[in-house]
């Protein structure tokens, strides 16, 4: 029987970081994972391509990522997106425009029409909304439905592959939602906000630094289960159960393992099935999460094959443009070494709420699919040279209007079962830099209990 402080199931982002830090506080851990450390993070280099199977970036937005980062020795790894990453496309009738990011920009664009644009001026006399309500309602009460359609839409699709009608603000959009009801509106809140994140030594997602690696986002993963060393184990967890002082594990491989502290940091369906014998109540909560299915295409091709000049992060496209794709990322023009000279690499996203029934093709089908889109799109001639798909079955979680009942439901799990937390990403934030900054409180968390224990 092993026997340590803490065993922490699932070596995601989540579930390393919490497992890093208690190891570097002196604390007995495991950390166990019957795939390589980094869960949706993995980067793969291929025919002079790297290429992200998740991730494709992450945002700077807090200071736990930058000390992580230097503590990992990691620093000579990071690069920051080019400046060229600011600018970014939103599709409307078949013609790609620039996402305003100004308000000179805002008023001279063509992606809003004249009345979506009078429309936001009356952003700050517009009053509160019903508690519950979700991000569609909230954004088409306080800046209207064209900012819905154009902006709204093709962002959540782009980040949570998800639908703004079935996503609550208040779960999935905290700091927006606290804008409304700290400040009364979000143009009020855009300006005083500032003073309150520069105290937090926070940073706003719209001016955060863009960050990756040299050698693509599994850098991050990989130093952190190098770090853990024998501490991590390749092994599934199949059943946990509450033993006298913490709890008892059983892995596929035949570990038997006794745990004080217990970290769940494995999707919610995975949790759920390990959780159905201790409450069933709490794992049909976390059974309920939606994870819709998205497929990553990355395509390779040689410069002159694509006529759009590529100079921005991407494009994302609103459901109304009636598309087979979410959008698409300029790889190669974010970071360097993504391909190889004289070529381009292209990150498109398939399915999520939007369309789930296209991620059942076959690779060959999908990939042939976002060529025939991207060629109308880009300009683009020919066939690519280099092709990687990826294909999540269960991608990312929707925080939909019941989120927030479930995620108390989990909390009176947890304080029902001392020493027991759940950290992954249907918690607290789904970006990388979410999880890792949630991570690091989790961790603090168990650093207090083990010291009172
Ligand atoms: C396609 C895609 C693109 C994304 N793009 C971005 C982006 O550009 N920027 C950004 O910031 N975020 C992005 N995200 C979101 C972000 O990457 C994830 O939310 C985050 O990495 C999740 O980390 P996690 O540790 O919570 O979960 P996961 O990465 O899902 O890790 C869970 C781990 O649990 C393990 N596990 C499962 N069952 C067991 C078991 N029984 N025993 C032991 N271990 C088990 C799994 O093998 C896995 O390693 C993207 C996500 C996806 C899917």
Known sequence: MIEVDAAVVGAGISGLVVAHRLKQT???????????????????????????????????????????????????????????????????????????????????????????????????????????????????RRLGQEFLDYAINPFVA????????????????????????????????????ARARKKRAEVAKDR??????KRGMGALPERLGAMLGADWIEDRVISLARNPGGYRLQTAGEKALHARVLVLAVPAMTAANLL?????????????????????????????????????????????????????????GLFPGRAPEGHVLLTTFVGGTRQPALTDQ????????????????LGINGDPVYRSVTAWTHAIPQYDLQHLQRIERLSTLESDNPGMYLRANYRDGISVGDCIKAAEATASQIMGYLRDF
């Not at 998800?162 to 300006?191: C, Q, T, W």
């Open 26 to 140: 002196g604390h007995t851990v495991v950390c166990l994972d019957p795939n390589s450390p980094g869960g949706v993070i993995s980067s793969r280099f291929e025919g002079g391509f790297l290429t992200e199977r998740g991730p494709n970036s992450t945002l700077e937005t807090c200071p736990e990522i930058t000390k992580l980062i230097a503590e990992l020795d990691l620093g000579s790894e990071r690069i920051y997106a080019s400046d060229r990453a600011k600018r970014r496309f939103i599709l409307r009738r078949k013609r790609l425009y620039d996402l305003p990011m100004s308000p000179i920009s805002f008023l001279s664009t063509g992606l809003f029409s004249m009345r979506a644009k009078a429309r936001l001026a009356l952003e700050p006399f517009i009053g509160k909304g019903k508690p519950g309500e979700s991000l569609a309602d909230f954004v088409k």
């Open 158 to 193: 782009g980040v949570y592959a998800g639908n703004p009608h079935l996503l609550s603000v208040a779960a999935g959009f905290p700091k927006l939602y606290a804008l409304e009801r700290d400040y009364g509106g979000l143009i009020m809140g855009a300006l005083r906000g």
């Open 208 to 213: 955060a630094r863009m960050l990756s690696f």
């Open 276 to 332: 159905d014998d201790l409450d069933l109540d709490a794992a049909n909560a976390l059974r309920e999460i939606h994870y819709p299915p998205v497929t990553s295409v990355a395509l390779g091709f040689k410069r002159e094959q694509v006529a759009h000049t590529l100079d921005g992060f991407g494009f994302l496209v609103p459901e109304k443009e009636k598309r087979m794709i979410l959008g698409s990322l300029f790889s190669s």
């Open 362 to 377: 076959t690779d060959e089908q999908v990939a042939s699919m976002v060529c025939q889109e991207l060629s109308e799109i």
